[in-house]
């Protein structure tokens, strides 16, 4: 497979809010493609990839952790942070890719869980048999088990206390993951100087930036709920101010499962910053359901929050990544209502959330699909695909917990799914061989050949969203429909002021959620005679009346990206 015409972005380069336009991919170095052919995906695997993310219109990674570590949590159990699992690469082959990425315009986030350490990291093993030793005082150690009553269970399906008992200290450690995690003591100043010193490590390596794997976590007091209390915000201002000084233009980004004015308290104030971006928790399930539902209300409520977040601030937007579709962040009614769509076999759930891909939890829909994917790249903040989603992967639900959807990914249709060479048993985990998703017809090779095929479409989607600055610079503003089912909002960008900028633009986004044809009336006052034009192919619509109002005919599920009035207009297709 060749790839050429990438799509580049002038200026992306040099834009220190890089993050706000960009479209991000995780990607599991040991889910990609296995170079050596010892059953595991790898760096260099990766690296020979990159060429597929660039012409896709990949412009950022997100890698969970490749560190060393046992694997017993997908590589968020860190046995140490400054090498790398010996079946993933090394070092230097990582100082590749980052290479290799930027020669690309591609920028490279790792993951970081500091918020605890596997219990096979030396200092976890010298501080249960040292108790007076220099590790002493790394983690959370305690005679009794009912310390921090108000701090919640997360792995419910796993664990029943957030302390375990270690026999060779004689004592408790706190865990609010498995009890194989213990979790760091960050009272301690020699913790917050090592977990300073791994960053400035990673970031001397020329990574540009960090997710900060379940942030809210640091800290903990007696009467908190041990979810960003102020010390932890704390911590992330001295580590944003370190960024800032030593390192601009890198990205901080929280993992804080939490409420939307929670997560936008992760990104701290216009005068003391903290990460630069917070994934949105509180919107992705409220897609899910809309979709199900019919009903576009959740979202238009959620979406009509205004958030405060600091100037240069911005959300990242999901579908799916390497966890459960969490179920956190809706009501009981909403969860169990989800529930029953999505995860109608008990074996689908972990924990609170669902354990499935994409396109499965989608029914393989391509018109779902479709959908979704415009929410994503039109919603305010910067998308995160995961890896295989581009293809609608499958999953394997008979696999334990997460894994279920971190299995291969499917380039072709030839053993493996050309993800490696190996004898099919040694894989890490097998490929997907399920009636709808078989990897001998759910592959990019295949994808490629179809110019109609989810892919294409794809990165069609892609690169329109890239050459419309309102899409990553815009504010968003919901509009009022006539319709329970029809969701509508603008995105606009006043321009960027100077004349090498982008000229001002106003984008209108209708979703129609419902399982029908459907018309519906919007209201704009303020758009009254206003002409608007198709994004993707330039098509003329019907104005705005004289009143503002404008009435539009949805087909099932359908959406329109309709540019506002005159002005500048750039649209087409990817070549
Ligand atoms: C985060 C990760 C998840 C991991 C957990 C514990 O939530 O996304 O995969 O299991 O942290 O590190
Ligand atoms: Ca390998």
Request: net charge negative.
């Amino acid at each position: 497979m060749s790839f050429t015409a990438p799509i580049q972005l002038p200026g992306l380069a040099l834009d220190p809010q890089w993050y706000k336009r960009a479209v991000f991919y995780e990607v599991m170095v040991r889910s990609f493609l296995d170079s050596n052919a010892d059953g595991s995906g790898d760096l260099t695997g990766l690296v020979s990839k990159l060429d597929y993310l660039q012409w896709l219109g990949i412009d950022a990674l997100w890698l969970p952790p490749f560190f060393q570590s046992p694997l017993r949590d997908g590589g968020y159990d860190v046995s140490d942070y400054t090498s790398i699992l010996a079946e993933f690469g090394t070092v230097d082959e990582f100082r590749d890719l980052v290479t290799k990425a930027h020669e690309r315009n591609m920028r490279v986030i790792i993951d970081l869980p500091i918020n605890h350490t596997s219990d096979a990291h030396e200092w976890f093993q010298q501080s249960r048999s040292d108790p007076e030793g220099p590790y002493g005082d790394f983690y959370m150690w305690s005679d009794s088990d009912e310390k921090y009553p108000n701090v919640r269970i997360i792995f419910t399906d796993y664990e029943d206390s957030n302390w375990a008992f270690d026999p060779v200290r004689r004592q408790f450690y706190f865990h609010r993951f498995f009890s194989h995690q213990p979790d760091l003591n960050y009272e301690n100043p020699a913790v917050v100087e090592a977990i300073f010193d791994i960053i400035r490590f990673w970031l001397d390596l020329g990574v540009d930036g960090f997710r900060l794997d379940a942030i809210p976590y640091l800290f903990v007091s007696e009467e908190g709920t041990g979810e960003g209390e102020p010390p932890t915000h704390e911590f992330l201002k001295k580590v944003r101010a370190m960024v800032d000084r030593d390192y601009p233009g890198r990205v901080m980004i929280a993992e804080a499962n939490q409420w939307p004015n929670e997560v936008a308290a992760f990104m701290g104030t216009d005068e003391e910053p903290e990460c630069h971006m917070a994934f949105d928790f509180p919107a992705m399930p409220r897609i899910f359901y809309s979709l199900r539902s019919q009903q576009a209300g959740e979202l238009v409520r959620v979406l009509s929050e205004h958030t405060h977040v600091p100037e240069g601030a911005g959300w990242g937007v999901f579908l799916r990544n390497h966890d459960e579709l969490t179920l956190e962040m809706v009501t009981e009614e909403y969860r169990q209502a989800m529930y029953g769509w999505y995860a109608y076999d008990p074996r689908m759930r972990v924990n609170v959330g669902i354990r499935r891909r994409l396109s499965p939890l989608l029914d393989n829909s391509r018109a779902e699909l479709e959908l979704a994917h415009a929410l994503l790249f039109s919603l305010q903040g910067s998308p995160f695909l995961y890896y295989g989603d581009e293809i609608g992967m499958g999953d394997n639900i008979w696999l334990p917990d997460r894994d279920a959807s971190r299995t291969p990914m499917q380039w072709t249709p030839d053993r493996n799914a050309g993800f490696s060479s190996a004898d099919p048993g040694k894989l890490y985990l097998p490929v997907v061989q399920s009636l709808v998703y078989n990897y001998h017809h759910v592959n990019v090779e295949s994808q490629l050949a179809q110019s109609r095929s989810l892919l294409h479409w794809i990165r069609n989607v892609i690169h329109v969203r890239k050459v419309h600055p309102a899409f990553g610079l815009g504010q968003l503003r919901v509009l009022p429909t006539n319709h329970d089912s029809v969701l509508a909002f603008v995105r606009e960008y006043p321009g960027s002021g100077n004349q090498f900028g982008d000229a001002p633009e106003t984008v209108l986004c209708v979703f129609s959620f419902a399982h029908n044809p459907a018309a519906v009336r919007i209201e704009a006052p303020e758009f009254a005679g206003q002409s608007l034009r198709d994004l993707f192919g330039g098509g003329d619509f019907p104005s705005f009346d004289a009143e503002g109002g404008i009435e539009l005919t949805m087909g099932t599920q359908g959406f329109y990206w309709l540019h506002v009035g005159e002005g500048q207009f750039a649209g087409g297709r990817a070549s």
